[in-house]
């Protein structure tokens, strides 16, 4: 299986990398549109900050790219803001893929989001066979609003998207890569769609 991991400049992208290399795959850190057009899965993840991840799709014609794929696409963390319409942080038209737009958490408690947590109504392919009690680790300052796209939602300070579908898209806010036996599932099955 070609597994490509898109290229933008964002951070924590080598544990995604180590995390697949555990199912015996070799998947290719790479902004070559020729090669993630071939892949047959490809991965959005990374953290970062909106504006300049969006600057960097531009800049490379990646943003165009990553709308029109058509095998399966999952975002991870930034991964799936970026994904999302509009950005609070810096102001940042994102790819548009769903509707939502994404929002700074309210200063009410610690920000960011740091730590673990349950997801709430699991109707997402990525979280089959998903224990009920699962935890998966997040590390964000920024949320999507829930939508017609949530998939489940978990709560911190207030409700927002822990996963979302959109045809060949899927998107989560955990570090799936960072949660253990539970996000190895969850990879194992978006490599299995």
Same mark, same amino acid.
């Given at each position: 299986? &070609?597994?490509?991991?898109?290229?933008?400049?964002?951070?924590?992208?080598?544990?995604?990398?180590?995390?697949?290399?555990?199912?015996?795959?070799?998947?290719?850190?790479?902004?070559?549109?020729?090669?993630?057009?071939?892949?047959? &899965?490809?991965? %959005?993840? +990374?953290?970062?900050?909106?504006?300049?991840?969006? =600057?960097? $799709?531009?800049?490379?014609?990646?943003?165009?790219?990553?709308?029109? $794929?058509?095998?399966?696409?999952?975002?991870?963390?930034? +991964?799936?803001?970026?994904?999302?319409?509009?950005?609070?942080?810096?102001?940042?038209?994102? $790819?548009?893929?769903?509707?939502?737009?994404?929002?700074? %958490?309210?200063?009410?408690?610690?920000?960011?989001?740091? +730590?673990?947590?349950? $997801?709430?109504?699991?109707?997402?392919?990525?979280?089959?066979?998903? =224990?009920?009690?699962?935890?998966?680790?997040?590390?964000?300052?920024?949320?999507?609003?829930?939508?017609?796209?949530?998939?489940?939602?978990?709560?911190?300070?207030?409700?927002?998207?822990?996963?979302?579908? &959109?045809?060949?898209?899927?998107?989560?806010?955990?570090?799936? #890569?960072?949660?253990?036996?539970?996000? #190895?599932?969850?990879? &194992?099955? %978006?490599?299995?769609?």
């Amino acid at each position: 299986m &070609k597994v490509a991991i898109i290229k933008y400049n964002a951070g924590n992208v080598q544990s995604v990398i180590y995390a697949l290399q555990r199912f015996g795959l070799e998947p290719k850190l790479t902004d070559d549109v020729e090669y993630i057009q071939q892949a047959d &899965k490809v991965i %959005f993840p +990374g953290q970062g900050e909106a504006s300049s991840a969006i =600057r960097y $799709l531009k800049n490379n014609k990646l943003d165009q790219l990553i709308t029109n $794929l058509t095998q399966p696409v999952l975002g991870i963390c930034i +991964g799936l803001q970026l994904m999302c319409s509009h950005s609070e942080e810096g102001d940042t038209p994102c $790819l548009g893929i769903f509707k939502e737009k994404v929002k700074k %958490f309210p200063p009410q408690d610690k920000v960011p989001h740091m +730590g673990w947590n349950t $997801l709430e109504a699991k109707q997402s392919k990525l979280l089959h066979g998903l =224990r009920g009690d699962a935890y998966l680790y997040y590390v964000h300052s920024y949320f999507a609003e829930i939508g017609e796209e949530t998939t489940a939602s978990t709560n911190y300070i207030l409700p927002f998207s822990a996963v979302m579908e &959109k045809d060949n898209f899927y998107a989560i806010q955990a570090h799936p #890569e960072k949660s253990g036996k539970d996000g #190895e599932l969850i990879l &194992k099955n %978006f490599l299995d769609l």
